[in-house]
């Protein structure tokens, strides 16, 4: 017998024993059962409110005290109020995170730049200290949009824009947008291509959205620890951090939201009509945009008006995390030997 027939059978035999006024004896069964059947649903509830009040959102004036730093500024753009950091000086350089991530994650770069360039990052709608769009849209035009009036109200006029991952797609989008403002491109484990294969295989499964309710810890640093070539090298406080952020209030809901709403579109025609020097790195050990995409995108870029690729053997797919002073040391080489723009 199945636990749902299980189930059924006791209530049932429970009924039956009021309905023929059975003797005593049994009148009392049926009470002990009823009394144990209150004392599992009275559990069940108390499980479910722990878990709840466990998994609660943090606020958002909590995380803002526990993640800005003394250059973190805020500005309201279309809206939404977008976290952001703007150090250094000399020709400007834009860095835009991946998926879940955040901001402070572009730390080893920025030490490795901030002496010669001006280097501004900043936190997507749906991450970090930036939080969820009030308007619910996170579609990429309307990501893309949010990031082209930001650099428009910080008065950038020349840049080299990178990113890695999510923030790949996106600089990539910018610079064939707005190619007059782009002087150099800057890729770290791109995920165009990955992202378009993963819109084939479908959107956001609806019980997904439990994860609204309900997110464990274990969680980000699964994704983490998947995500580095060498899963040691995952430290508690990264975890912590990326939790925390997950955590905002509102922030599970705009993650997933995302997700649901991105759509690839023409991938290979935009990459094509990129036309500025690039700088592609990858690491040989992604297992979510694997190295072979690579040459695929090598391809793609033939178009531009050159491009060098490295590669990180051992290193995965969140690499800024991983390999951060490794490839922050090779951008600043790069962008030493290419620079002829005077800044924003």
Do not use: C
């Not at 997700?259 to 990858?282: F, H, K, M, N, T």
């Amino acid at each position: 017998m199945d636990p749902s027939s299980a189930m059924t059978h006791w209530l049932i035999g429970g009924r039956m024993a009021r309905q023929h006024r059975l003797d005593p004896t049994t009148e009392e069964q049926v009470r002990d059962r009823m009394k144990i059947l209150a004392a599992i649903l009275a559990l069940a509830v108390a499980a479910l409110a722990t878990a709840l009040w466990a998994y609660r959102d943090i606020p958002a004036t909590t995380l803002e005290a526990r993640y800005t730093g003394p250059a973190s500024k805020f500005i309201y753009i279309d809206g939404a109020r977008i976290h952001y950091r703007d150090q250094g000086s000399g020709p400007v350089v834009v860095l835009i995170h991946g998926n879940f991530s955040n901001l402070i994650d572009w730390d080893p770069w920025v030490d490795a730049l901030e002496d010669r360039y001006r280097v501004v990052r900043f936190d997507l709608t749906s991450h970090g200290l930036t939080g969820p769009d009030p308007t619910g849209d996170y579609s990429q035009e309307r990501t893309l949009a949010l990031t082209a009036r930001l650099i428009d109200a910080l008065g950038l006029r020349r840049i080299s824009i990178g990113g890695t991952s999510l923030g790949g797609t996106i600089a990539v989008h910018y610079a064939a947008a707005h190619p007059e403002r782009v002087a150099r491109l800057i890729l770290l484990n791109p995920g165009m291509l990955e992202g378009k294969e993963m819109a084939r295989r479908g959107g956001v499964p609806k019980a997904a959205y439990l994860l609204k309710y309900i997110l464990p810890r274990a969680l980000p640093a699964a994704m983490l620890r998947s995500g580095f070539g060498d899963p040691s090298k995952v430290s508690d406080a990264l975890i912590d951090r990326w939790y925390d952020l997950w955590m905002r209030e509102g922030q599970r809901q705009a993650q997933l939201d995302r997700l649901s709403q991105y759509r690839a579109g023409d991938v290979e025609a935009i990459i094509r009509s990129i036309r500025v020097p690039v700088l592609l790195l990858w690491g040989e050990a992604d297992s979510t945009a694997p190295i072979q995409q690579a040459q695929e995108f090598l391809k793609l870029l033939g178009n531009a008006a050159s491009v060098k690729f490295i590669k990180y053997p051992g290193v995965g797919h969140m690499a800024v995390e991983e390999a951060g002073a490794e490839t922050g040391r090779d951008l600043r080489a790069w962008l030493d030997a290419t620079a002829t723009s005077p800044g924003g």
